[in-house]
């Protein structure tokens, strides 16, 4: 998985943003009103301030942030050692809005789907989310009227770069059993511009499509095929200004061909090659009179009550077939409580546990949301030095940095309904690299306790632990946000680092991939696909 590729590339690109245009030893700690300053009018903002904002941030991370080596196994990429980049970076930015860019960029090199800021535009959901809660720590941040103000502000900020027409080339590549193969951006035929559905990209300006990806992680989240043992994206695109030269082998005559492309202003559709992109939240369809489908998207907090009788009603229809297949492949996570309540409660037929742990860095920014959501004291938790701690745990411990310290046991029992649906029949769960948060947690919980056979490909992990900690910082009133904790599978492997490998392995195919795309492209109604590989592998299976 190491390469100095990636690191190089990083190296090229933070160099490029300085040609154009300290750290102290204070302990950072969260309180409700060290954390803001009064105003509540977003500036333009001044190197010392972006720099101010950069260095508060940078030193919490240090003393709290669980994921640096995680990170570095993935891409080789020491994030600890480049903070000098960083800063330059910062001090060559010449309005907020290239600040946002650019530290959006440097929280990207960390490489964790939770660690990012939390985008302008869903303040006011993820506020709405909290204030339903019991969570002190994580609104009073959120209400803050000075994060509130400048998130409002930040908003309309960045306003013109939330439509989904970028200054792009004219073609997209999705990976489909190691390769990336060409298809339309968005309604424009790819072939237009001399590229056709199903051509191969070999190398993009001369250098080798796999090292080319590797160079994007302050772009993109990487993703790891554990069958080819390499880095990819599942959705490659090229949003730069710029022109490019690509190497194609071309599908239909098996030959290989260089083409240069200017970039340009062109609207974007992501389409969905594994799974399908669903109008409602909850998709269900009796695919015969034994198999029964349910899709869900999102275990989104606010969607547990609206979704339980939907998903409720159809589980008492098909309470006597034989398999039922739930489907979460791009499911993004949200709320744990989701999956507990709307599907394991009503199908189990008796108590299940989950029992899993997760560390803690010794930092004291870290401790009163651990504090708020365990409800004891962060002194309380058990430490490393632990008399009775597990064997395999101790293991973990001695291969992690000495700031590690703390950590905790999490036994969680489940029990079902009084009225529960008494489902007999097997149950699968297709998931794919897009599961993460809590969806990734449902996964583990699944094939720990074999409550579910796991089918598709590995999970995008990050799934055990509590949310993530909100840092506000000083000057931009920008929102960042980060794991707690290393979550820690009932099988003692890092869950950011392993994800989750399916019961049953099943990728899509080449031979389906522009039969799949058109379908999604093209499709006026709510139904599943007939050229969806992993479900009808499934379907098969279950016959």
């Not at 480049?82 to 959006?104: G, R």
């Not at 198999?291 to 229809?317: C, G, H, P, T, W």
Request: charged share 30%.
């Amino acid at each position: 998985m190491k390469s100095n590729f990636g690191k190089v590339m990083f190296m090229i690109f933070f160099s490029i943003i300085i040609s154009m245009g300290i750290q102290t030893k204070e302990v950072f700690s969260y309180s409700e009103d060290k954390n803001y300053k009064e105003d509540i009018v977003l500036k333009n903002l001044t190197e010392e301030e972006k720099l101010e904002d950069f260095n508060y941030l940078t030193n919490i991370f240090l003393e709290n942030y669980p994921y640096f080596n995680s990170a570095e196994k993935k891409t080789s990429f020491i994030w600890k050692e480049n903070i000098d980049l960083f800063k330059k970076a910062i001090k060559n930015t010449n309005s907020n809005t290239e600040f946002y860019d650019v530290l959006n960029k440097i929280l990207n090199t960390l490489q964790n789907i939770h660690t990012n800021i939390i985008s302008p535009d869903y303040i006011k959901h993820l506020t709405n989310n909290y204030n339903n809660s019991s969570f002190k720590v994580w609104k009073n941040i959120l209400n803050n009227q000075s994060v509130v103000k400048k998130n409002e502000q930040w908003q309309q900020l960045l306003k013109s770069k939330s439509d989904n027409s970028y200054e792009t080339i004219p073609v997209s590549f999705y990976y489909v059993e190691g390769k990336y193969l060409a298809y339309d951006l968005g309604d424009i035929p790819c072939n237009v511009f001399g590229v056709n559905k199903g051509d191969e990209l070999l190398e993009v300006n001369g250098i080798k499509i796999d090292n080319y990806v590797k160079g994007l992680i302050d772009k993109s989240i990487l993703k790891y095929d554990y069958i080819r043992k390499k880095n990819y994206i599942d959705y490659l695109t090229f949003k730069e200004s710029d022109k490019f030269t690509l190497k194609l082998k071309i599908k239909s005559i098996n030959k290989v061909k260089e083409l240069n492309i200017e970039s340009g202003f062109y609207k974007e559709n992501k389409y969905q090659l594994s799974g399908t992109n669903f109008k409602e939240n909850v998709y269900t369809e009796k695919i015969n009179s034994d198999i029964a489908y349910m899709a869900i998207q999102s275990f989104d907090y606010s969607r547990v009550e609206k979704d339980n009788k939907i998903i409720r009603s159809f589980l008492e229809e098909v309470k006597n077939y034989k398999n039922l297949i739930i489907d979460i492949r791009g499911n993004g996570g949200g709320s744990d409580s989701y999956w507990i309540e709307n599907i394991v409660k009503p199908l189990i037929l008796e108590p299940i546990k989950f029992e899993y742990k997760c560390i803690y860095k010794n930092g004291d920014y870290i401790k009163p949301f651990i504090e708020d959501r365990l409800g004891i004291k962060a002194q309380w938790l058990k430490n490393k030095n632990y008399k009775y701690i597990d064997k395999n745990l101790k293991e973990i411990f001695n291969n992690l940095e000495d700031d590690f310290y703390n950590y905790n046991d999490f036994k969680i029992e489940i029990n079902p309904e009084k009225n529960n649906i008494n489902f007999k029949g097997k149950i699968y769960l297709l998931v794919n690299e897009e599961v993460y948060s809590s969806a990734e947690n449902f996964s583990v919980f699944c094939k720990s306790n074999n409550f579910a056979t796991l089918v598709g490909t590995t999970t995008g992990g990050d799934g055990i632990g509590m949310d993530p900690a909100l840092v506000s910082l000083p000057n931009s009133g920008l929102v960042i946000r980060f794991p707690l904790e290393l979550g820690i599978a009932p099988d003692n492997t890092i869950n950011e680092e392993t994800h989750t490998f399916p019961n049953i392995y099943i990728e899509e195919k080449e031979e389906n991939f522009i039969k799949k795309l058109d379908w999604e492209k093209n499709k006026n109604e709510d139904t599943l696909s007939k050229y969806d590989n992993t479900l009808n592998v499934l379907i098969n299976i279950c016959k």
